[in-house]
C-alpha cells in the first residue's frame, strides 16, 4: 500500500496542533502471540522535532477507540483480533500502576478477558454515550464542593497523561488546590507541604463514588509537585487520564458498548 497518511495531535492547553504525515502499509501485525492478518497501520516519515514520543523510549501508538474515528477507516488491530476469531471474548482491559519505577508490574493490557486479580470489589459498568472514544455520561464530580460536572461527557483516554477540565473550570480547581495562575504556562505547581490537607475528588459513575485523594491527582518530580489538572482549548469533555486510571481498573466490551471500573490493586 502506498496511501498517504496525515494525523493531528493536541499538545498542550494553548491549543497547539502538531501534525504527522508517513503512508500507509499492510502485513501481520503480532499483538502478544496472536498474528493479525492483513492489519493495515501508518508508518510515520515526517515529525516534528517536539513531538513526545521522538524523545521517548516506545516507538508507536496503538489506538484502542472504536474504528469511526480511525483516519481513512481503517480497522483498529483489536477489532481485527475479534473480527479473526483470535480471541474468545470481545473486550479488552487496562491495569496502570503508577507506584513508581520499582513496582514489579507497570502494568497490564488484557486482551480478551479481565484480571480479576487486579481489582478490589465489583466492576461498575456504565454504557458508551457515543462510539468512537470510549465515551460516557458522568453524574458529576466535585472538589471540595465545587461541581465540575452535572451529566457531562466524559471519556477514559490511556493516551493523556493527566486529567482534562473544561478551561472555565481550571481557574476554580487550581483556586482550590492553593495554586497561583500562570496564563504564561501550562504546568500548575502545588506546595508540596500542603499535599495532605488538599480535598478528595469525587466523580459519581453508576451510580457510584471513584474517589481520588491528593496523593493520587499531585504529582511529584523530586522537590517539586504539579497539579494533575489541565485543560486544552476548545474541549468540552472531561477527559480521564493516566492520572484516573492508574487508581481504577477498566474494562472495554467493543460489541455491547460497555466500560467497567474498580479499584485497581497495587
Known sequence: ?????????????????????????QDTVNIAGFSIQNQTFAEITNAPEALAFLKSEFVGILGLGFSNIAIDGITPPFFNLVAQGLIKKPVFSIYLNRK?????????????????????GCLTYVPVSTAGYWQFTMESA????????????AI??????LIVVPEENLNAINHILGIDHDHSSSVFFVDCFRISHLPDIIFTIGHREFRLKSTDYVLRYGQSCISGFTSLRGNKLLILGEIFLGVYYTVYDTVNKLIGMAPAVH
Do not use: H
Not at 498517504?4 to 508517513?22: H, V, W
Not at 466535585?142 to 461527557?153: A, D, I, M, W
Open 142 to 153: 466535585t472538589v471540595n464542593g465545587f461541581s465540575f460536572c452535572k451529566n457531562c461527557e
Open 100 to 120: 513508581g519505577t520499582d513496582a514489579v508490574n507497570g502494568g497490564e493490557l488484557i486482551l480478551g478477558g479481565t484480571d480479576p486479580g487486579l481489582y478490589s
Open 1 to 25: 500500500m502506498n496511501a498517504k497518511f496525515t494525523i493531528q495531535y493536541g499538545s498542550n492547553r494553548d491549543g497547539e496542533i502538531i501534525a504527522l504525515s508517513g503512508f500507509q502499509s
Open 156 to 161: 477514559l483516554d490511556v493516551g493523556t497523561s
